[in-house]
């Protein structure tokens, strides 16, 4: 697999034994890692620190030179706000882990010109999978889906 | 004016005080403002915290219900992070101060079903180009350009 998507997958896993929402992120540039980060919501009560989000902030305030060389990795498919960061950026690869347990904007997000890699990774779908069985109302509050699943 | 985006022009302002970038939000559920916040790129060292997502944040874990029934007022056109976190949790309604120092995907979340009301309003206009022409740099970092202005 992937080094890169590996480094993503141990931070949801990391998410996991918080009790948090297991979704992972890291940000690479020039064939290093600069920011790594996992969903928040549940360890810091965060609306906004998705896991891609917690990896921007953790990346520091980076020029546009810099984010014009980054590949961004998700264990999932960045929803709506985590595509518009990768957008406002302009960040031009992103690797998604899996896309089968939830999709975001992802036609809309290659027509603003990001190249989009889905790797369908087996370990990504399996903790989703069994997060949302175990949770689904967490897992709705974090999609802002009605419904307690 | 519409009390509300006093409220958030009160937080630009506030953040401009601080050597911050001057924009500013408020969320409004039923009449009541359930978070505010600024931009806080300079206060915090933040690549994230717009002032839409710092507001967003600071109102804490809301449920769709509530989102549902939220109107996210901004000094300034919504970029495509603050943009796609309102689409995240679905809120319906936008004010924005005004859109003439920059516009967001205006066109894309409308078409996404937000209602978006342009104020137009000259004294956010006036902060906006006050700060630009001071600080082009910090500006162009905030938004993901290139050049120091």
New interface residues.
Partial sequence: MDAFLKEAIREAEQGAREGGIPIGSVLVIDGEIVGRGRNR?VQD?????HAE?DC??N???????Q??KAILYSTLSP???????A????IPKIVIGENLTFQG?ES?VRSRGVDLTIVDDPECVRMMRQFIANRPALW??D?????DG
């Fill in positions: 919501r009560g965060s609306a906004i620190r989000m921007l902030e990346a520091g305030r980076l020029t546009a030179d984010y014009a929803c709506d706000m985590c595509s518009g960061a957008l406002l950026y302009r904007p809309y709705n509050e999609i802002g889906e009605v419904g």
